[in-house]
T-cell receptor, first 111, second 115 residues
Framework: QQQVKQSPQSLIVQKGGISIINCAYENTAFDYFPWYQQFPGKGPALLIAIRPDVSEKKEGRFTISFNKSAKQFSLHIMDSQPGDSATYFCAASSRGSRLTFGEGTQLTVNP | GAVVSQHPSRVICKSGTSVKIECRSLDFQATTMFWYRQFPKQSLMLMATSNEGSKATYEQGVEKDKFLINHASLTLSTLTVTSAHPEDSSFYIC???????????FGPGTRLTVL
């Protein structure tokens, strides 16, 4: 019940395209859903996060879509750029508890 | 934004020695810090949760006598890998939580290589 399943494992997108990464969870107690971006040899950086009281959150080119009934959330990267090439992790937690991470998606944006 | 630092960024040591890694929250007080381990092309694996002034809580399978965690203040936690062996070589990452609303901010990581 603590798992967060992330797909796809890897993704190749052309510059200017839309990158979409999906995550699904089972624990209905989760109330915080962040996305992290990690470059090789660096720690993860918090990209954007959402709580279940809203269905969408947008920050610049990054959008989280959240479907509470389906227990799914996704990250959309609009106008993808080569500098977006990184590994993306979704995560989930309930208040005060540890983060449960997805397996990660390696995104490559071709110029 | 919240900044977490780690020191050192890279360390190479001989088998059998101990290595200490520091994690600091630079611009906020973190009541809880976390230590993760990450192998190449894998997700983050939580090793332990550290609360200021109390003993760390270790995840199943993590040897608490080998990975010593101290969280002496609201801005500093340390991880000491004791009697390191080559299989302990990994990328160690700490994170600090901004109060209980779950925002976690990660340090830049420490690459440990044990020869």
């Amino acid at each position: 019940q603590q798992q967060v399943k992330q797909s796809p494992q890897s993704l190749i997108v052309q510059k200017g395209g839309i990158s979409i990464i999906n995550c699904a969870y089972e624990n209905t107690a989760f109330d915080y859903f962040p996305w992290y971006q990690q470059f090789p040899g660096k720690g993860p950086a918090l990209l954007i996060a959402i709580r279940p009281d809203v269905s969408e959150k947008k920050e610049g080119r990054f959008t989280i879509s959240f479907n509470k009934s389906a227990k799914q959330f996704s990250l959309h990267i609009m106008d993808s750029q080569p500098g977006d090439s990184a590994t993306y992790f979704c995560a989930a937690s309930s208040r005060g508890s540890r983060l449960t991470f997805g397996e990660g998606t390696q995104l490559t944006v071709n110029p | 934004g919240a900044v977490v630092s780690q020191h050192p960024s890279r360390v190479i040591c001989k088998s059998g020695t101990s290595v200490k890694i520091e994690c600091r929250s630079l611009d906020f007080q973190a009541t809880t810090m976390f230590w993760y381990r990450q192998f190449p092309k894998q997700s983050l694996m939580l090793m332990a949760t550290s609360n200021e002034g109390s003993k760390a809580t270790y995840e199943q399978g993590v040897e608490k006598d080998k990975f010593l965690i101290n969280h002496a203040s609201l801005t500093l936690s340390t991880l000491t890998v004791t009697s390191a062996h080559p299989e302990d070589s990994s990328f160690y990452i700490c994170s600090a939580r901004l109060h209980s609303y779950n925002e976690q901010f990660f340090g830049p990581g420490t690459r440990l290589t044990v020869l």
